[in-house]
DNA sequence: ATACAATATAAACCTAACTTTAGGTCAAGA
DNA sequence: TCTTGACCTAAAGTTAGGTTTATATTGTAT
């Protein structure tokens, strides 16, 4: 299959400028042109794209991608570099996950504290150190105000 | 307790210069200063600070929490725009975390991938498609390989 | 008293990852 | 043929979130 520019932005959701810019700085080397000039990309490109936009959801700078692709293409002797690039991001993404978990479970406890004060009208006056911190909901705190 | 911004900076791992530059930008409208201007960071400071990090790592902008800040600073008016704001946040960071998982997944495969080639000590010859794409290890094409 | 480490400011600089702009080319339907 | 929408490039501009630099002041140990 092949496909235009227009075409692959729409079914990756990344716009065309950021298609041509990848390009650009060579994360699609081996986009196909026609006569024209015109790019068409194959099912090779979306592929790459794929990996480009996993590997960037993980944090990973464009140019290190770029390195993966072209270790890649040098072949064999770059088997455990490619190896170690991979142990090491899954490391990091696995970090990147617990960090999101906890600042959910800060968020989510700000919900519940927002939620109750919504149903009250007012912020309990304990000064915005009390209102920032996670004292407030968590102890005791709650209930002799409950009453 | 009272910290001076080293004390500050070593105790949340933010930078000298990152800590002034939040004060600059109003992130920190609280901070006291001695007569000497020198800044004195009390725990309600800590506690913004901590707040900050973990908005910053749900990936909310400054310029937002900022707002947020505004937002408590003006009293029981804004409680609904707050709950609002944290609401919110927390489906954008289910979201991500969704994203980080998926993208966790692709990484394992890959980590799998390159173990094989290591032990192997080559990349099996389907082209890069084959090699960036999560077909090769998850089917049959494996069993048939292996043999 | 003096030296030196920590702090202060303002302003310039930096980087990644795009986006926008300007000026052109290509391709398909009427 | 003409028009129109999709495509092309190069180069400049943008944005967030800092960092660096230059210069000055503060505060503490000897």
New interface residues.
């Given amino acids: 299959m092949a496909y235009s520019i227009g075409e692959v932005s729409e079914m990756l959701s990344i716009s065309i400028s950021t298609l041509r810019y990848y390009d650009k700085v060579g994360l699609l080397p081996?986009v196909n042109r026609t006569e024209g000039n015109i790019r068409v990309f194959n099912?090779?490109d979306i592929?790459?794209l794929?990996?480009i936009e996993?590997?960037k959801?993980?944090g990973m700078q464009l140019k290190d991608i770029k390195l993966f692709f072209e270790w890649?293409?040098e072949?064999?002797s770059t088997?455990?570099k490619?190896?170690n690039l991979?142990?090491e991001?899954?490391e990091k993404?696995?970090q990147?996950?617990e960090?999101?978990?906890?600042?959910?479970n800060?968020?989510?406890y700000?919900?519940e504290y927002?939620?109750m004060?919504?149903e009250k009208?007012?912020?309990p006056d304990l000064?915005?150190?009390e209102?920032?911190?996670m004292k407030y909901l968590s102890n005791e705190n709650i209930r002799s105000k409950r009453v």
Avoid: P, V
């Fill in positions: 081996l099912q090779t592929e790459c794929k990996m996993c590997l959801t993980t890649c293409e072949g064999d088997i455990e490619r190896y991979f142990i991001q899954k993404t696995e990147q996950i960090l999101l978990k906890n600042a959910l800060r968020i989510n700000k919900c927002y939620r004060a919504k009208g007012s912020i000064g915005l150190r209102e920032l911190s």
